[in-house]
């Protein structure tokens, strides 16, 4: 019986756990979150819409165009995700996972943008010093930004859980859009509730203060989406659960080499395992082919391993 007396490379390619249940529970589960997205945010841009009018509030009525655009981001959300579950080609032979990452920085884009009009309407309406000729708000348009925190609030917790569940960039970035806006009707509700004592200044304060931290949400989600495009290795904790899982395998004797990549919401293995260089091809294959079965079982957001193996 032939002995393995040199390197032997085996590579196993593998998608989720579950192998394509994963990828629609991925879908499903995007496809559903969207959904609730979408009809809650039409919902509350027509109540808003509706108390702004009654209660002659700009604020709220501004508030209402900035739900009513959330409805659009949540578009993006679907079309990234599903370009992105579109299987591996000849034109894209690692699949599709970066357009996700694309969707991402689009709407990190969109944040920002929103986060700079909330500031730069603020710092217009500070700027101007002539508080007393603002218009003096409703008490239906105060209800209405309440509501508006505690939906929003709400959305943003349950996107948000989704996202870690199935490890979507793009809704989790979604998610972000809805806590941009629970901020900005956290500064209308502000806003409203000190211009009906007399303190209209305060309304474009807040706007001002909100718009910070609308950005900063924005730049961060932009700064994960560009590290999935550009190759960015897991975090170290995440390279050492891996190291442990490998190490834990019988037959494996060390571990010479770990690289990871992220692609898109998904990560690449590439590892070189040390086993006794005097066992045959098939041990060694058996040994790394269980590598492959643990990394796949402990690690669902893997889609791709390559196992090098050297002779101790």
């Known amino acids: 019986m032939s002995r393995l007396k040199k390197d032997i490379k085996t590579e196993i390619s593998y ?35 509706a108390a702004g009018l009654i209660g002659h509030s700009a604020a709220m009525i501004s508030d209402a165009v900035h739900s009513a655009s959330d409805v659009f981001s949540t578009i993006i959300v679907i079309i990234g995700v599903r370009i992105a579950g579109r299987k591996a080609d000849s034109g894209h032979p ?8 694309v969707a991402s920085i689009i709407l990190a884009f969109m944040l920002a943008v929103t986060g700079a009009a909330i500031g730069v309407s603020g710092i217009r309406e500070i700027a101007a010093g002539s508080y007393d000729t603002l218009t003096v708000p409703g008490q239906m348009a105060l209800y209405a930004a309440l509501l508006s925190i505690i939906v929003k609030e709400g959305m943003y917790w349950y996107t948000r859980i989704n996202a870690k569940r199935i490890g979507s960039d793009a809704l989790m970035a979604d998610a972000w859009h809805h806590r941009s806006d629970a901020l900005s009707s956290i500064g209308s509700f502000v806003g409203i509730f000190f211009a009906r004592l007399g303190y209209q200044v305060m309304d474009p304060v807040a706007s001002v203060v909100i718009c910070v931290f609308i950005i900063k949400a924005a730049v961060d989600i932009f700064r994960k989406a560009v590290g999935s495009m550009v190759d960015q290795a897991c975090s170290q904790e995440q390279q050492d659960r891996i190291r442990e899982a490998i190490l834990s395998v019988d037959g494996v004797l060390g571990v010479d080499l770990l690289r990871t990549r992220i ?43 390559m196992v090098h193996v050297n002779p101790a």
């Open 263 to 305: 692609f898109g919401s998904r990560v690449y293995v590439d590892v070189e395992i040390r086993e006794d260089g005097d066992i045959t091809l098939r041990e060694a294959h058996q040994v790394a082919e269980e590598v492959h079965h643990r990394i796949e079982k402990e690690f669902p957001d893997v889609k791709h391993c």
């Open 15 to 49: 998608g989720q756990t579950g192998g394509n249940g994963g990828d629609d529970y991925y879908m499903r589960t995007t496809m559903r979150v969207s959904a609730v997205s979408i009809t809650i945010n039409i919902l509350l841009a027509a109540v808003k819409f």
């Open 94 to 101: 690692y699949g599709h996972e970066r357009f996700e990452s």
